[in-house]
């Protein structure tokens, strides 16, 4: 589907994605590691684009919490070694035997409504596993058979950009993105609050009057390296934690 860079946490005050660079910087100078995620899309019963979206957002946030991903955990080293570095996320998908080849390696697998995301520890920019690297990056098209409802009262909210027209699989690595920002964000009590909740959020489009404050209001915000379907720079998702609204 796509891939999408955001900036490492040496600087999360920022809290913004890939902004156009002329020269290179520490992290690019870094080795490079990307974070897979596989979305199953079967052909007769493909997942909800909305509910995609949501679980792959949910499927970074239960890695980066994930004690084999912290401490001395066995991918530790691995997810140090790509924060380090542009914060790459690249989404496949896959059906049928590719499906379980794929869960068949180390990894979560994350389940919505109708999606099912299975993330892996971060590989090598040039090192993929055999079984997703054959994975198709693009030519996925999600729908979703209802409009979503407004999000519940309370609920984390991940506001995309309605000017961009981005494909479901660049939408899912930016819903990610925005998830992972605020999981940097948050203090460490919201931090396990939310995950002993089961890290309940929402995906929606931001209502064009409303896009404007929300860049503006001091929430986290990815901004896009525009390395694929979208210009260097651009905004595309504002996560609007309650907990980090309380503190803007």
């Given amino acids: 589907m796509t891939s999408t860079d955001l900036a490492g946490p040496g600087d999360p005050t920022d809290a913004a994605a890939d902004a156009p ?8 100078a870094a080795p490079q590691y990307v974070l897979p995620l596989v979305v199953r899309i079967e052909r007769d019963d493909p997942p909800a684009r909305t509910d995609a979206l949501e679980t792959s957002a949910r499927a970074v946030l239960t890695l980066l919490s994930d004690e084999r ?21 690249v989404v496949r998908r896959a059906r049928g035997a590719e499906w379980r080849r ?4 180390p990894g979560i697998t994350v389940h919505g409504e109708s999606a099912e995301v299975r993330v892996f520890p971060p590989v090598p920019l040039d090192g993929w596993p055999k079984d997703l690297a054959r994975l198709q990056v693009s030519g996925t098209h999600l729908d979703d ?5 407004a999000p519940a009262t309370g609920t984390p909210v991940l506001w995309l950009n309605p000017e ?27 931090r396990a609050a939310w995950r002993a909740a089961g890290f309940p959020l929402s ?10 404050e929300l860049t503006d209001s001091g929430l986290p915000v990815v901004r896009d390296a525009g390395f694929t379907e979208v210009v260097p720079g651009s905004c595309t998702v504002v996560a609007d934690h309650p907990a980090l609204r309380a503190q803007v």
Avoid: F, N
């Avoid at 058979?145 to 409802?149: A, F, H, L, S, W």
């Fill in 164 to 190: 961009l027209d981005m494909s479901a699989g660049k939408s899912m690595a930016q819903t990610g993105h925005g998830a992972q920002l605020a999981w940097w964000a948050l203090p460490e009590a919201d």
């Fill in 102 to 105: 794929a869960t068949a390696l």
């Fill in 145 to 149: 058979p209802r409009e979503p409802g």
């Fill in 21 to 28: 660079r002329a020269a290179e910087t520490g992290r690019d």
């Fill in 69 to 89: 991903a912290t401490g001395d955990g066995e991918w530790a080293a691995a997810v140090h070694a790509w924060e380090d570095a542009r914060i790459r996320k």
């Fill in 203 to 212: 995906v929606r489009p931001c209502p064009p009057h409303r896009w404007t």
